[in-house]
């Protein structure tokens, strides 16, 4: 198949992602990506993962290209994608693992406070979150690459920039996750992980 939609980013930091995923949701069944864009995270890791059923999420206009993914990859465990706006109606399945890779800094921050807001309508009493990205510590940038691309992003929409983890961690606070971990990735990125604590 070609004309896939395809990340160069995706593809560069799939590896260190999925050795993080693999041990986090060695014990998950149901997991649901917000924001899964072109599909590649999912065919990677769910191919890793064939206890987790990968339910792909994205708006609308990123749907066919994901669906081109999981046709390719053929994977018993990635059901089709799912219509997901954040601000819209979301599913009323419930999961016990949420993942979004990249996602915080081109949101609208309401759009990151009904998400967070959202989850335990979504997620089992035991559930677990995993979200990759660049954060802010404390207000601050955590290298001059991440400053420079916060004002990119905010040449790109006024909406945009690199969310802060104290702000993030409080909206997952009110939702009942606890922050587990937060490990360090390539190109000043994390994978912050929070567990619901009931």
């Not at 035991?126 to 040449?155: H, Q, V, W």
């Not at 490990?183 to 567990?195: D, G, I, K, T």
Request: glycine share 6%; aromatic share 8%; with cysteine.
């Amino acid at each position: 198949m070609t004309g896939k939609p395809y990340s160069a980013a995706t593809d560069r930091n799939r590896l260190p992602i999925a050795a993080v995923l693999r041990e986090w949701l060695a014990d998950r069944r149901r997991l649901l990506e917000i924001g899964s864009g072109t599909g590649q995270h999912a065919v990677h890791i769910a191919a890793l993962l064939p206890q987790l059923d990968w339910q792909c999420s994205d708006r609308a206009a990123y749907l066919p290209g994901i669906r081109q993914w999981l046709d390719e990859a053929a994977l018993p465990n990635t059901p089709p994608p799912l219509e997901l706006d954040v601000m819209d109606v979301w599913p009323s399945e419930r999961y016990d693992a949420i993942f979004s890779a990249n996602t915080l800094h081109i949101m609208a921050w309401p759009e990151i406070e009904r998400w967070f807001a959202q989850l335990p309508t979504v997620t089992t009493m035991d559930a677990c979150m995993a979200i990759y990205g660049p954060f802010n510590i404390n207000g601050d940038f955590t290298s001059e690459s991440n400053a420079a691309f916060d004002r990119d992003l905010k040449r790109r929409g006024a909406h945009m920039g690199i969310r802060d983890a104290g702000a993030v961690d409080a909206l997952a606070a009110a939702a009942g996750f606890g922050l587990v971990e937060d490990v360090a990735m390539p190109s000043n990125n994390r994978m912050r992980l929070w567990r619901r604590s009931g």
